[in-house]
Protein backbone atom coordinates (compact mmCIF):
# COMPACT_ATOMS: atom_id res chain seq x y z
CA UNK A 1 0.00 0.00 0.00
CA UNK A 2 2.82 2.55 0.91
CA UNK A 3 4.38 1.59 -2.36
CA UNK A 4 1.46 2.86 -4.36
CA UNK A 5 0.84 5.82 -2.34
CA UNK A 6 4.57 6.70 -2.96
CA UNK A 7 3.94 6.18 -6.36
CA UNK A 8 0.78 8.40 -6.72
CA UNK A 9 2.56 11.22 -5.16
CA UNK A 10 5.57 11.06 -7.43
CA UNK A 11 3.55 10.84 -10.35
CA UNK A 12 1.33 13.64 -9.05
CA UNK A 13 4.44 16.17 -8.49
CA UNK A 14 6.29 15.42 -11.55
CA UNK A 15 3.07 16.32 -13.59
CA UNK A 16 2.67 19.42 -11.53
CA UNK A 17 6.80 19.87 -12.16
CA UNK A 18 6.29 19.82 -15.87
CA UNK A 19 4.21 22.97 -15.73
CA UNK A 20 5.88 25.15 -12.75
CA UNK A 21 9.63 23.14 -12.28
CA UNK A 22 10.94 26.13 -10.38
CA UNK A 23 8.21 25.08 -7.64
CA UNK A 24 7.38 21.58 -7.59
CA UNK A 25 10.90 19.76 -8.85
CA UNK A 26 11.55 20.20 -5.14
CA UNK A 27 8.62 18.05 -4.08
CA UNK A 28 9.60 15.32 -7.01
CA UNK A 29 13.30 15.67 -4.98
CA UNK A 30 12.47 15.01 -1.74
CA UNK A 31 9.55 12.27 -2.78
CA UNK A 32 12.02 10.46 -4.42
CA UNK A 33 14.48 10.45 -1.15
CA UNK A 34 11.63 9.21 1.02
CA UNK A 35 10.88 6.46 -1.51
CA UNK A 36 14.73 5.65 -1.95
CA UNK A 37 14.77 5.39 2.36
CA UNK A 38 11.66 3.06 1.55
CA UNK A 39 13.00 0.55 -0.95
CA UNK A 40 16.22 0.43 1.23
CA UNK A 41 14.30 -0.73 4.55
CA UNK A 42 10.93 -2.24 3.30
CA UNK A 43 11.01 -3.59 0.96
CA UNK A 44 14.50 -3.97 0.41
CA UNK A 45 15.31 -3.28 -3.11
CA UNK A 46 18.68 -1.79 -3.58
CA UNK A 47 18.88 -1.40 -7.20
CA UNK A 48 15.11 0.67 -7.05
CA UNK A 49 16.25 2.91 -4.13
CA UNK A 50 19.91 3.64 -5.79
CA UNK A 51 18.15 4.99 -8.93
CA UNK A 52 15.64 7.17 -6.66
CA UNK A 53 18.20 8.54 -4.77
CA UNK A 54 20.62 8.96 -7.76
CA UNK A 55 17.74 10.95 -9.51
CA UNK A 56 17.00 12.66 -6.26
CA UNK A 57 20.95 13.90 -6.00
CA UNK A 58 20.71 15.25 -9.55
CA UNK A 59 17.32 17.43 -8.99
CA UNK A 60 19.00 18.67 -5.68
CA UNK A 61 22.20 19.00 -6.65
CA UNK A 62 21.14 22.51 -8.65
CA UNK A 63 19.80 23.83 -5.56
CA UNK A 64 23.00 23.65 -3.69
CA UNK A 65 22.96 26.12 -0.30
CA UNK A 66 20.37 28.39 -2.40
CA UNK A 67 18.11 26.40 -0.81
CA UNK A 68 19.16 25.37 2.45
CA UNK A 69 15.88 23.18 3.75
CA UNK A 70 16.62 20.72 0.87
CA UNK A 71 20.57 20.25 2.09
CA UNK A 72 18.82 17.23 4.37
CA UNK A 73 17.61 15.48 1.76
CA UNK A 74 20.77 16.11 -0.40
CA UNK A 75 22.11 13.79 3.14
CA UNK A 76 20.41 11.33 3.18
CA UNK A 77 20.10 10.33 -0.38
CA UNK A 78 23.67 10.40 -0.33
CA UNK A 79 23.96 8.19 2.43
CA UNK A 80 21.19 5.60 1.09
CA UNK A 81 23.64 5.32 -1.98
CA UNK A 82 26.77 4.77 0.55
CA UNK A 83 24.57 2.05 2.22
CA UNK A 84 23.79 0.77 -0.94
CA UNK A 85 27.16 0.71 -2.27
CA UNK A 86 28.54 -0.62 0.90
CA UNK A 87 25.97 -3.78 0.16
CA UNK A 88 24.66 -2.93 4.01
Given at each position: ??????????????????????????????????????????VPDKKKSSALA???????????????????????????????????
Amino acid sequence: MSELLYEEALDIYRSLAESNPEVFMQDVAVTLVSMSVFYLSAVPDKKKSSALAEEAVKILRPFGENVPDLEPYMEIAEQVLQVNRRGG
